[in-house]
């Protein structure tokens, strides 16, 4: 077992310094964004909560960061790089080394999730200081309904909606553990990136499905084709690791 804590370790290790940095810079430039938007003197009058979250320079950020993740986590077992030296040094087989890649992505992607909400909440926040007259005790529990990104991230009540929240992040996860066990083979790794960039720009009004039925569908038919070449991928490494 403490193979097993070394290899999820060392996966989750390896990215979590550029996971926080990324995420940081995500919050940062969103936070950035939606003070600008709140206070622009052009569009302030009238602006609601709800117009900050669904500006799609704010939802693009996200999008953005969750694309640079995959970038990273692509070329994570890049030859001769501690992690690569590490990797192959562990006494741990082939199927192990995949579960906690998998495990690993799953892992920070949540985390992906958690700091989305935070900087969300934190542009509420600034909302009810620079427009108090605007803020009141129902605002926050409204944007969860009214904006679809904030929706998205905090579904509330829409039980089908936390379904497709996991159902998306856990999808990421398993792809960005995809792409780390493919770097280990020498191989590129085509990133959902499709499925962000959809995320991101369309917008589903509240009880609408059928987009993201649509997104998810694409984002888990990748993940079966790929989950169905795994074993072939691990024969490869095999055959790298055998002198």
């Known amino acids: 077992m403490k193979r097993q804590l070394s290899l999820l370790m060392l996966v989750s290790r390896s990215q979590l310094y550029r996971t926080i940095l990324i995420l940081a810079a995500m919050a940062v430039v969103q936070l950035g964004l939606a003070l600008w938007r709140i206070q622009h003197p052009d569009i302030n009058a009238g602006i609601a909560v709800e117009t900050v979250l669904d500006w799609w320079p704010f939802r693009w950020t996200a999008a953005l960061a969750m694309a640079g993740l995959f970038v990273c986590f692509g070329a994570m077992g890049r030859r001769g790089g501690w992690?690569?030296?590490?990797?192959?040094?562990?006494?741990?087989?082939?199927?192990?080394?995949?579960?906690?890649?998998?495990?690993?992505?799953?892992?920070?992607?949540?985390?992906?999730?958690?700091?989305?909400?935070?900087?969300?909440?934190?542009?509420?926040?600034?909302?009810r200081q620079l427009q108090p007259e605007r803020y009141h005790q129902q605002t926050l529990f409204l944007a969860a309904y009214r904006s679809s990104y904030f929706h998205g991230l905090l579904p509330l009540a829409d039980?089908?909606?936390?379904?497709?929240?996991?159902?998306?992040?856990?999808?990421?996860?398993?792809?960005?553990?995809?792409?780390?066990?493919?770097?280990?083979?020498?191989?590129?790794?085509?990133?959902?990136?499709?499925?962000?960039?959809?995320?991101?720009?369309?917008?589903?009004?509240?009880?609408?499905?059928?987009?993201?039925?649509?997104?998810?569908?694409?984002?888990?038919?990748?993940?079966?084709?790929?989950?169905?070449?795994?074993?072939?991928?691990?024969?490869?490494?095999?055959?790298?690791?055998?002198?």
């Not at 992040?169 to 792809?175: A, E, K, N």
């Not at 009004?205 to 079966?224: A, D, K, N, Q």
Request: net charge neutral; with cysteine; aromatic share 16%.
């Open 83 to 127: 992690v690569d030296y590490t990797w192959y040094r562990l006494p741990v087989s082939q199927t192990a080394r995949m579960f906690w890649s998998l495990v690993g992505g799953v892992l920070l992607f949540l985390l992906v999730w958690a700091v989305q909400l935070a900087a969300a909440m934190g542009a509420v926040f600034l909302f």
């Open 159 to 243: 039980g089908w909606r936390w379904v497709a929240t996991i159902f998306r992040y856990v999808g990421l996860g398993l792809y960005g553990g995809i792409a780390m066990i493919r770097s280990f083979c020498g191989k590129r790794t085509i990133h959902p990136f499709v499925s962000l960039i959809a995320m991101a720009i369309v917008t589903s009004p509240l009880g609408s499905y059928e987009w993201e039925i649509i997104v998810l569908g694409v984002l888990w038919l990748m993940l079966c084709t790929a989950f169905v070449w795994l074993p072939r991928w691990a024969e490869l490494e095999e055959e790298e690791e055998t002198p």
